[in-house]
């Protein structure tokens, strides 16, 4: 059996050149190429997806958004294949779980290691990338990739109903997750919660 592929990405050019080099892999098969992010969450659900190759840059939704529902309610494995080269956003997608980034600049073969790396639970950066993420310090609060979903979330003003219906997560759950974050935190409210994490480097 294949191992399933989604990507998400704008960029025509790049949707072709994936799905050419896919098509010429044995292990892979290219099963959705998705221009635009919304319905990205909606087609893993209806679809058995090995893995994601994801560019946070869409037109139509926050790419980090994007992700933190990919992970955090499906648990997917995801790949970011960018254009950019923002240590905010490597920084999110390292704490969310997200083994491999390549460089829309870099040769077409780190795509294939950086698939083969994360499915085997391995990091994988390309050479232009690696330096960037070896900049990246480590916070001293760890939170799970779910908590860092739901942190995601309540910075964007949604409530614990709205973050259980994102996460497909019973609303008590979201909660017992805020109070977890609460303690690790040493707070004892949610906005207090969201100072912490920008002073914290978290958000």
């Known amino acids: 059996m294949k191992l399933r592929v989604?990507?998400?990405d704008d960029h025509p050019l790049i949707r072709q050149g994936c799905e050419m080099l896919l098509s010429q892999l044995d292990r892979y098969e290219l099963v959705g190429a998705l221009d635009q992010g919304r319905g990205a969450v909606?087609?893993?659900a209806e679809h058995d997806i090995d893995i994601v190759i994801l560019d946070l840059d869409l037109p139509d939704v926050n790419g980090a958004?994007?992700?933190?529902?990919?992970?955090?309610?499906?648990?997917?494995?995801?790949?970011?294949?960018?254009?950019?080269?923002?240590?905010?956003?490597?920084?999110?997608?390292l704490k969310m779980g997200v083994r491999a980034i390549v460089s829309k600049a870099?040769?077409?073969?780190?795509?294939?290691?950086?698939?083969?790396?994360?499915?085997?639970?391995?990091?994988?950066?390309?050479?232009?990338?690696?330096?960037?993420?070896?900049?990246?310090?480590?916070?001293?609060?760890?939170?799970?990739?779910?908590?860092?979903a739901i942190l995601h979330f309540l910075k964007a003003g949604e409530t614990n109903k709205e973050i259980s219906y994102r996460l497909g997560i019973a609303t008590p759950t979201v909660s017992?997750?805020?109070?977890?974050?609460?303690?690790?935190?040493g707070v004892?409210?949610?906005?207090?919660?969201?100072?912490?994490?920008?002073?914290s480097g978290l958000l």
């Open 6 to 8: 989604l990507h998400v």
């Open 42 to 44: 909606e087609y893993v």
């Open 65 to 93: 958004s994007l992700l933190a529902e990919l992970i955090g309610k499906y648990d997917q494995t995801v790949i970011l294949l960018t254009g950019q080269k923002r240590p905010s956003d490597f920084s999110f997608a």
């Open 106 to 148: 870099d040769a077409v073969d780190d795509i294939e290691t950086a698939l083969d790396k994360a499915l085997e639970g391995e990091n994988y950066f390309s050479d232009s990338i690696k330096p960037i993420v070896e900049n990246i310090q480590q916070e001293p609060v760890s939170l799970s990739p779910r908590q860092l």
């Open 176 to 185: 017992f997750h805020v109070g977890e974050i609460r303690k690790k935190f």
């Open 188 to 199: 004892s409210n949610n906005k207090k919660i969201l100072l912490k994490a920008i002073e």
